[in-house]
Every structure is written in structure tokens, then in C-alpha cells.
């Protein structure tokens, strides 16, 4: 069998060639480094003896000096000139002394008397020494130390080295003078022949801050010297193009900018070492490379009969050749290889029974074709499919095609084209099965490349997914679906809804969104329950299908709310028809459980995109708001959206934010309207009516924020506010000495339903420290019997155990039993202004009232009427036996200084008066 790649033994043998050859390579190169690098270090080393012979010739100059100018400072010639203040003299004897010396010359050469500073300066060099020295340098110069000066006022500086020698006169010790004397070490040529002649250099250079003082040979260039102090940087020397280059500090200088020597000479020794290496490298690479390939040809010998030998074993093997045995050799590894192939053959066949046993009694189907041929199936994918044990020869054999439902036959084809090109098709996937009996069977297939018989062939392993499928749909059908109704919930809604408006932007369709809330529907749940609750529902929302097209969308998105989604509409008039049709179906009587029959009205309100918006959370917000609207209307109608509902909602959420900050801050304020009684002429009592004002929003009538604090539960701290302030007016009027015969304070049901109402009511009053009987609690008699909440007798009664007054506000506009008023323990009754404001024409109006108040009196019960507003309403009223009035006629609601000067100017009287006359 042929086989592509390289021989072992071709390959052991390069290897070894090329490793030999690599280590020799290697060796020779760290040998050529090492001598590198003591060739280096030598240098390192001669320049650090450069350096400190470079120092001791400066140090050597300096002293020279300095010895010459301590053997003048104690002649005695000099001395005497001193003491004399002969300046000639001292300036011909200076003179002398620089003549007569062997060694360095001083190049600057003054001497300050005790009684004049620079007295002479007999200097020989050729600058200005009083720029470099002026008079505070030399006051202040230190005795017997060297310092460095420098003048860096022109572009060549100007550097001198002096020490100043005190003058003493032997007879009395005193310094009678200074000799200040130094060196020029620009231009110090003597400094420079000393230096060149110690370092045997013949370029050689003084720097200092960058600038040539003094040079020989190549640094007379000062752009060489540039290039070298570069080179150089912050070493000390460089090896460079077969040259040392050294820089050797002569003088640190006060002020941190040292003087240095540089200095060039030959060195071939680097080249030296590079050349001998040069020489041997050639030679010495072909021995090594001879050895190695001697080397290898005698590993190759050694081993390839062995390497033979397993090789020759491990194909026999492959074939199924059992009888082939393995013959030992001289290497004990492949002796050791050869043992591990035959327990390894051995272990494969073995595992190779095991894996087809596995794979007939494995529990997912398994299936293997090629070329669009079964070749082998399992007993489970048998079993998968509906096949008996004994009916395999139906599918193998046969077109793989088969077992696949004819709808996923385009789809698979492309995922095998995908692999035949190479691309990356899914390899785990969901798919459809055809059974023996053609029934589509969810599978789950993982798919993978195999061999069969040395060709390839595809593996794959199905898995039997229905039931997970059945719980996907269950899954998804309460994810998406309303489990009493069986329509759409909210997520799917908002889903279709998201898609319509999608598809409106490419079409330009108009469409609508309606919202739909069943009216009183609450009534009906509290008082037959659930039990006969749902059904109604289901029953409401089969109604609403049957109007709406099936391409549209019902949806139950609440308790009794229903949302639905029209696409495509034509115009208003189909968006109105449709609402009426379903609103006039929802209204039909509905056949309940036990006989009962039920009849319910609703209110819808309606969205129209994209002129009303044009996302879901716009179009659902706009359809809400005219839902409120008509329930506002009074319900059983439909409202399209506009803007001034907007406004309102927007206008509401702000009052909310502003009474919510009114009430925590204490701004709301109370306004008192009397209650005449008009055959006395006396003010019966008063009530008090919340009122308020806004910094920003101006005046807010009840009627606009009342029924606000009702929807957000401000009621109720704002009802215990009113309560409080109207039960310290009441204390206030009692005070002053005012008779009022009580207050009425308006009380909502949501107040009622608080834990601890009761006992608020009984803080306040011992708080206020009022009568109970001076306070009469008002409560509406619709809001009263219509919230299920609230058991009327047991409010009413606990109310009355206090001792408070109970009056039944707007009577007759509400739904309550007759036969409440003798179960409750009501007091009085307060007719409603909407009987009053055309009892002065209208007969039934009148009929209403006179009947009211005959009961009442029957019944023991007090009676007010509410909004009298002219005088002949009050003379029918108190025909009919009404003596309590309250209305504009006789005052309209004031505040609490206008009701206390209402008081006592009695405007009222003068209307009774009248009213007699």
C-alpha cells in the first residue's frame, strides 16, 4: 500500500545531518562571540586605564603651577614690593618667576594687595581674565583650592582653572595679599603635548559643553569631533570601523558640565578576530558536515531492518492478514510498538463488534448512506418509522429519499450541495419523516461524515421529537394565546401589530387598532363570580370574531379587555361600521348560567395608523384614551382618537404630579356654603368643599381634580385634610360664638375601604375637640351601592357609633334599593340639583322631589336640596315641604373670612323677605 509523505529513515537521517550540522554552527558561533567580547572588555579595560592617566596628567599640570606660585608667594622680593606697595617691582618679579620655571607656565597670573582688590595681573594669556574673573568671582575665591571657571558670553567659551595662594608676612603672620594663578586650558597646548605623549595618541582633543578647546590631528575638524562625541554618547569608549574612540573626564566643573579629553588611535583587533573566524568557518563547516552524514548513514543502517520489519507487521494487520507475525529486532522501542499494534489490532476488532452491537440495540435511529443510497438502518429507526424487525430489506437499499417527507427534500439536497463545495451546512437539525404508513413524524438529525466499507458515506442519528414538538405548541400557544378565550393574548397582538405597521410603511395601507373594554363588567364578577364571569367572556369574544374578517386580529389583552387589529381598511367608515357592529353584538342578551340572563354593554376606542402613530406603544396609548373617552361619555359607543384627548391625558398627568405636591405640602384650602333653613331664617348648617389653587396651573375645579385624586388614591389623604381643616373651622365658628348646627364634609368610598378610616374620624374629632353630632359625613349615593367593596350597612352603622351625622349625597341619581333607606342609619337625605334645575317647568321633576320629601318625612329623614339658584325654585321647594335649602341663591361657596362675614351681615334674610312679601 502507497502511501504519500516522507521515509523514516530519509527523514532520521536529515534530521541528524541538520542537527549535527546546527550544534557545530551553533558552537562555532558562541566561540566567535566569546572572543567578540573579550576583545571588548580589553578595550573597556584600556580605556579605563586611559581615563586614569588622562586624570593624573591634568592633576600633574595643576601642581606644577601651583608649585611655582607657592614658591612666589613666599619670595621675599615679592613680600617686600608687597609691603612697599611698589607695584613695578612686583609686576618685574612676577615677570621673572614665569621666565625662570621649567615645567608649565601660568597663564594667569594676579595679585590683590590688602589694600586694593586686582592690584596687578600680570597674566600672560590672551583673553580677557576679568570677564572669566571679574571682582566678586576673586572676592569671594576660596585659599589653596582649584576652582574652574567659565565665560559662556561669546560662542567660543573661555575656560580657566586658578587657585589663589594667600601672601603672608613672615614677621607679624598677617596675608598682606592673594596670588590668583591658574591655567588657560583653551588652547593649553603644553595640557594637550602631555596628554598626547602618556596616552601615545596622536588625535586627541579637550572639550568642554560640546566645544573644542585645544586638538591634534583629525579633531582640529570640529565636525569629526561632533561625529565622535555622538558616537560616543554616554560611554566611555566605543569600538568603532577598527578605531577606539575613549572619553576620559578631566574635571567634573562646578557647574555639572565636566571638561573631557577624547581621544582616537587604531585598533585592529576586533577585524583581527573577524578575519581568523573568517578563515576557519568553511573548513570547519565541511567536517562537520562529513560527520554528520557518516553518522546518519550508520543510525540508518542500524535501524531500517527493524523499521522494515514493523511496518511490514502493522500492514499485514490492516489487511485482516491474522496469520502474519511479528519478528523482533535489534531495537527494543519497535519491539515494544510492534506488542502495542497487536494488542491495539486486537482491541479495535473487539471494540469494532462491541460499537455495531451498540449501534443495532441503540435507542436513536441510525441511518448510513451514500450517494443518496441506505446502506444501513437500525432496529430503533425502524421502530421510529413503523417498520417491523423483519422489514429492513424495505428501506436498505432504497433512496434515502424515502424516509423524508417530500416538502424537506429541496432542503436537504441544498445542505449536501453545501458540503459537496465545501461550505458549512447544520449538522443538527430538525426535520420531517415519512412513517411505513406516509405519517409526518418530527425527527432530530445529527449529521456527520463516515467511512463504509473504505468509502465515504454519511452518519446519521435521528432522534423521535414529537412529543417535544406537542409541548413546543402547548408551549406556544400559552406564550401567545389567552387560555379562556383561545385568542391572541398581549404578546401576540403587539407581535402582529409590529408586523402590519411594518408592512404599511412598504404599501401605504391604512389600518386601525380598536380597544374594547366591557362595561360594569366588574359588577357582574363581584356579584355571580367567576363561575359565570368566564363564560360571558368566552361568549363576548365569539361575538367579536364573527365581525371581524379572519385576515384581522381579536385579542384578549386583559380581564375584559379586548384589542382588535384591522388591516387594510379603506376608510373611516368601514374602521366605524365594524366598531358598531361589534359593540350592537356584545350588547345582545347573553343566556348565563341558571337561567339568568345578562346584558352588557361596551366601550371602544379606536386608533387609526399611521395618522395616529406609527409604533405599537403610540397606536395602543391613542386607542386607550378614546376607550376612556367614551367610558367618560357614558359607555356603550365608540370614540376615535383625537388630539384634545392628548391634551386631557397629559393635562391630567400633570395635575396628578401637582396635587400630589399640593397635598404633601398643605396648599389645598376648604370654602363653606350655608344651608338656610327658610322658615326660621337661620343658618342650618354649612358644608365644606375642597378647593385649590395652583402657583403654576391657576384655579382647579373639583370637578376637574376630585375625580383625579379618586383614580390615583390621592383621595385619601386629601379627604383627611379637608376633614381636619373643616373640623377646626366648625371649632373656630364655635368659638366666635356662631351657632352653625353643624358641618358636612364629603367622603369618598375609596376613604372608606382604608384600614383605621373609622378611628381617623374619631382622632379628628377629639383632636378639634368638636361635638360628633356637629359633624355630618356626606357620601354619594351611586359611588356608595356601586362599589362592591364596601357592605353599606356595616360602614354606615360603625360611622353612626361615633355619634356622626350621615347624610346620602346626589339622591336619586343612583341605582340603590328603596328599601335601604329604612336599613340605613341615614339622617338626611340631600336631593340632587339635577331634579332642581328645571323643577320650575318640568312636572315629572316636580312629581320626583315631592315625593322624595314625603317619603323622607315619613321615614323621619331630614331633606336638602341642592342647587337652588333662583327664587322660584326655593317657593316650590318649601311648598312641597323642603325647609333646608343650599345653592347660589342664598350663597355660593366662600372662603372662610367671606363665610364669617356672611354671618353677620344675614344676606339671606333679606331674599326671605322678599320671598314673604
Not at 381636619?724 to 360664638?737: D, H, L, N, Q, S
Amino acid at each position: 500500500m502507497k502511501t504519500k509523505g516522507l521515509k523514516f529513515s530519509w527523514l532520521i537521517g536529515s534530521l541528524f545531518v541538520i542537527g549535527l550540522m546546527a550544534t557545530g554552527i551553533a558552537i562555532f558561533g558562541i566561540t566567535f562571540l566569546g572572543s567578540l567580547s573579550i576583545a571588548e572588555l580589553e578595550a573597556q579595560r584600556y580605556a579605563e586605564r586611559d581615563q586614569s592617566l588622562a586624570r593624573l596628567v591634568f592633576e600633574s599640570h595643576l601642581k606644577s603651577i601651583e608649585n611655582q606660585l607657592r614658591t612666589t608667594a613666599v619670595d621675599q622680593d615679592l613680600i617686600d614690593s608687597v609691603n612697599e606697595y611698589d607695584s613695578g617691582k612686583a609686576t618685574r618679579i612676577l615677570e621673572l618667576a614665569g621666565q625662570n620655571s621649567s615645567g608649565a607656565l601660568p597663564d594667569v597670573l594676579i595679585l590683590d594687595h590688602e589694600k586694593q582688590m586686582g592690584w596687578l595681573n600680570a597674566s600672560l594669556a590672551l583673553v580677557d581674565v576679568g570677564a572669566v574673573l571679574p571682582g566678586q568671582t576673586l572676592r569671594t575665591m576660596p585659599p589653596d583650592v582649584w576652582r574652574f571657571y567659565s565665560d559662556q558670553s561669546t560662542d567660543q567659551s573661555t575656560n580657566l582653572a586658578v587657585i589663589a595662594i594667600p601672601v603672608i608676612n613672615p614677621d607679624d603672620g598677617r596675608v598682606i595679599a592673594r596670588l590668583i594663578g591658574g591655567s588657560l586650558i583653551n588652547d593649553s597646548f603644553t595640557l594637550l603635548d602631555s596628554l598626547s605623549n602618556v596616552l601615545s595618541v596622536q588625535d586627541i582633543a579637550i572639550v568642554h559643553r560640546n566645544q573644542t578647546l585645544a586638538s591634534y590631528g583629525v579633531f582640529t575638524d570640529p565636525a569629526h569631533v561632533q561625529d565622535v562625541l555622538a558616537l560616543l554618547g554616554d560611554k566611555s569608549n566605543v569600538l568603532w570601523e577598527a578605531k577606539l574612540f575613549t572619553k576620559s573626564v578631566l574635571e567634573a566643573g562646578d557647574s555639572g558640565s565636566p571638561i573631557y579629553v577624547i581621544a582616537e588611535e587604531p585598533s585592529d583587533t576586533l577585524n583581527n578576530i573577524e578575519d581568523t573566524y573568517l578563515d576557519i568557518f568553511f573548513p570547519f563547516l565541511l567536517y562537520i558536515g562529513i560527520a554528520s552524514i557518516a553518522a546518519a548513514y550508520l543510525v540508518n543502517q542500524i535501524t531500517a531492518s527493524s523499521l522494515a520489519s514493523l511496518v511490514s507487521y502493522a500492514s499485514a494487520r490492516a489487511d485482516n492478514n491474522k496469520s502474519e507475525q511479528f519478528e523482533q529486532g535489534r531495537i527494543a522501542e519497535y519491539n515494544l510498538l510492534g506488542s502495542l499494534f497487536d494488542k491495539a489490532f486486537a482491541s479495535v476488532q473487539k471494540t469494532n463488534a462491541q460499537f455495531r452491537e451498540l449501534i443495532d440495540g441503540s435507542l436513536q435511529g441510525i441511518v448510513i448512506h451514500s450517494n443518496s443510497k441506505i446502506l444501513y438502518v437500525n432496529d430503533a429507526l425502524l421502530q421510529i418509522l413503523g417498520y417491523d424487525a423483519d422489514e429492513i430489506d424495505q428501506l436498505v437499499g432504497q433512496s434515502i429519499w424515502k424516509i423524508y417527507a417530500p416538502e424537506e427534500h429541496e432542503r436537504m439536497r441544498n445542505y449536501r450541495r453545501i458540503r459537496e463545495v465545501g461550505g458549512v451546512a447544520p449538522t443538527v437539525y430538525e426535520v420531517i419523516a415519512h412513517s411505513k404508513s406516509c405519517d409526518p413524524i418530527w425527527i432530530e438529525q445529527h449529521v456527520r461524515m463516515t467511512t463504509w466499507n473504505d468509502a465515504p458515506a454519511i452518519h446519521t442519528t435521528i432522534t423521535d421529537i414529537s412529543d417535544r414538538k406537542e409541548q413546543e405548541k402547548l408551549i406556544e400557544q400559552h406564550a401567545n394565546y389567552d387560555a379562556l378565550t383561545s385568542l391572541p393574548n398581549r404578546n401576540l397582538f403587539l407581535d402582529r401589530l409590529r408586523q402590519s405597521l411594518a408592512q404599511q410603511e412598504k404599501t401605504d395601507a391604512t389600518g386601525a387598532v380598536l380597544i374594547i373594554d366591557i362595561d360594569r363588567f366588574k359588577a357582574v364578577n363581584d356579584l355571580y363570580g367567576h363561575e359565570m364571569g368566564d363564560p360571558i367572556l368566552q361568549t363576548i369574544a365569539k361575538r367579536i370574531e364573527t365581525i371581524v374578517d379572519s385576515s384581522d386580529t381579536v385579542s384578549r389583552i386583559g380581564g375584559d379587555e379586548f384589542a382588535v387589529l384591522l388591516t387594510d381598511t379603506e376608510d373611516d367608515w368601514e374602521i366605524e361600521r365594524i366598531a358598531q357592529d361589534i359593540l350592537h353584538n356584545i350588547s345582545r342578551k347573553i343566556n348565563a348560567e341558571a337561567g339568568k340572563e345578562i346584558v352588557l354593554t361596551a366601550s371602544a376606542g379606536i386608533s387609526v395608523y399611521p395618522f395616529d402613530g406609527t409604533t405599537e406603544t403610540a397606536l395602543l396609548k391613542q386607542a386607550e384614551a378614546a376607550r376612556n373617552q367614551a367610558k367618560s361619555d357614558g359607555g356603550d359607543r365608540f370614540r376615535f382618537f383625537s388630539k384634545k384627548m392628548n391634551e386631557r391625558a397629559t393635562r391630567a398627568l400633570r395635575l396628578e404630579a401637582a396635587l400630589r405636591r399640593a397635598i404633601e405640602n398643605d396648599q389645598l384650602e376648604i370654602h363653606i356654603q350655608p344651608i338656610i333653613e327658610c322658615v326660621s331664617g337661620t343658618v342650618a348648617g354649612c358644608e365644606a368643599l375642597a378647593r385649590w389653587t395652583d402657583p403654576e396651573l391657576g384655579i382647579v375645579s373639583p370637578g376637574e381634580f376630585i375625580p383625579i385624586a379618586e383614580d390615583t388614591g390621592l383621595i385619601v389623604p386629601l379627604g383627611k385634610q379637608v376633614l381636619k381643616k373643616a373640623c377646626e373651622f366648625y371649632r373656630e365658628c364655635t368659638e366666635r360664638g356662631y351657632d352653625l348646627g353643624g358641618i358636612g364634609v364629603n367622603i369618598s368610598p375609596r376613604q372608606c375601604r382604608e384600614d383605621g378610616f373609622i378611628n381617623f374620624v374619631k382622632a379628628t374629632l377629639d383632636e378639634t375637640d368638636i361635638s360628633p353630632r356637629s359633624l355630618t359625613l356626606e357620601i354619594t349615593e351611586s359611588m356608595m351601592f356601586d362599589d362592591s367593596q364596601i357592605d353599606p350597612v356595616a360602614l354606615l352603622t360603625a360611622i353612626k357609633s361615633l355619634g356622626v351625622k350621615i347624610s346620602l349625597d346626589d339622591f336619586g341619581t343612583g341605582y340603590s334599593s328603596l328599601s335601604y333607606l329604612k336599613r340605613l342609619p341615614i339622617d338626611t337625605l340631600k336631593i340632587d340639583r339635577s331634579f332642581i334645575k328645571d323643577i320650575e317647568t318640568d312636572k315629572d321633576d316636580q312629581a320626583l322631589v315631592n315625593a322624595i320629601v314625603t317619603m323622607a318625612h315619613a321615614l323621619s329623614i331630614g331633606v336638602i336640596c341642592e342647587g337652588v339658584e333662583t327664587r322660584k325654585q326655593n317657593t316650590i321647594l318649601m311648598h312641597m315641604g323642603c325647609r333646608e335649602i343650599q345653592g347660589f341663591y342664598f350663597g355660593k361657596p366662600m372662603p372662610q373670612d367671606e363665610f364669617f362675614e356672611f354671618l353677620v351681615e344675614e344676606p339671606f334674610k333679606a331674599e326671605l323677605q322678599l320671598k314673604v312679601s
